[in-house]
């Protein structure tokens, strides 16, 4: 027997938790594919293929895809529906945001189906006004996008998250750059510069979109080499935090390398994930 007051507070736990599991269901994970760079270097139709199989259902596209014809990126985006998955975003060099690139960018993107052009590097920034000019390139970016449906984002690395003359380089994007770029975060590297990824993601709600899974160890003969859920990242509060503040759309494994081959690494990354991510 359980008490109406009981009763009554099972059911409105259960309707609370209903949307963020629901939520869960409808994203499943995808591959930031330098995960399998050399694989795709050789084959990259294989490669997504495989990768497929696994059941991933989203791949990111880093910095080479940049040299493709439009017409080989249309063959790519017929793979990608062939198979019923989707690229939401790519990872690029500072130079896709340069006026003499953007316009291929979302040319290529577009062909694609993205929704985010990542710049994943920055180049050589000097001092914290060097990292105001890279938000400001980041807006103008955004600012050419808007027609497009795309928007721009910006993925850290260690660098961000290290403080020059008590301010972190992160913190600066984020106070001055748009509102709509997305801050792509990098868990593993933002474990190793000592931040904490999730009270960065709340310190910045609704602009953590998406996010690179990629798990890391303080053993530096370990490093990141760990398989996914086997670092120090606390994954289940992370989720807990993106999917509640940080406006989550879409998660993205991401692996430097492990003890097994590629292809069986990503394996078993997406069998942690699975594990975890309930």
């Known amino acids: 027997m359980i008490s109406r007051r009981s009763f009554i507070s099972g059911v409105a736990m259960a309707s609370a938790l ?13 591959l930031e594919l330098y995960s399998v ?34 017409d080989y990126a249309r063959e790519v985006r017929k793979l990608l529906d062939e198979l019923g998955i989707t690229c939401l975003s790519t990872h690029n060099g500072a130079n896709s945001f340069a006026p003499e690139n953007i316009e291929k960018a979302i040319e290529l993107n577009s062909i694609l189906g993205c929704r985010y052009v990542v710049m994943a590097s920055a180049g050589r920034v000097e001092g914290l ?12 970016g955004a600012e050419k996008m808007k027609a497009a449906r795309l928007r721009a984002g910006y993925h850290n690395h260690q660098v961000e998250f290290k403080p ?12 001055n750059t748009d509102k709509n770029v997305m801050l792509q975060l990098d868990v593993g590297t933002c474990l190793e510069a000592g931040s904490d990824p999730v009270a960065w993601i709340r310190q910045n709600p609704g602009r953590i979109k998406s996010m690179h899974c990629k798990d890391w160890s303080p053993d530096p003969d370990k490093g990141y080499k760990v398989l996914f859920g086997e670092g120090a990242a606390n994954w289940k509060e992370i989720f807990a935090a993106a999917e509640k503040t940080g406006g989550i759309e879409y998660y993205l494994i991401e692996q430097e390398g492990s003890a097994y081959p590629p292809f069986e690494t990503v394996e078993r990354c997406l069998a942690g994930f699975k594990r975890i991510h309930r």
């Open 18 to 30: 209903a949307p963020v599991l629901a939520k869960r269901k409808s994203m499943p994970p995808g």
């Open 37 to 70: 760079r050399d694989e795709l270097a050789k084959d990259l139709t294989g490669t997504v293929r495989t990768v497929a199989r696994m059941g991933y259902k989203n791949v990111e596209f880093y910095s080479p895809y940049f040299s493709w014809t439009p």
């Open 164 to 175: 020059i003359d008590g301010t972190r380089p992160i913190e600066v994007l984020a106070r």
């Open 129 to 140: 006004d060097g990292w105001k000019a890279v938000a400001e390139k980041l807006n103008r």
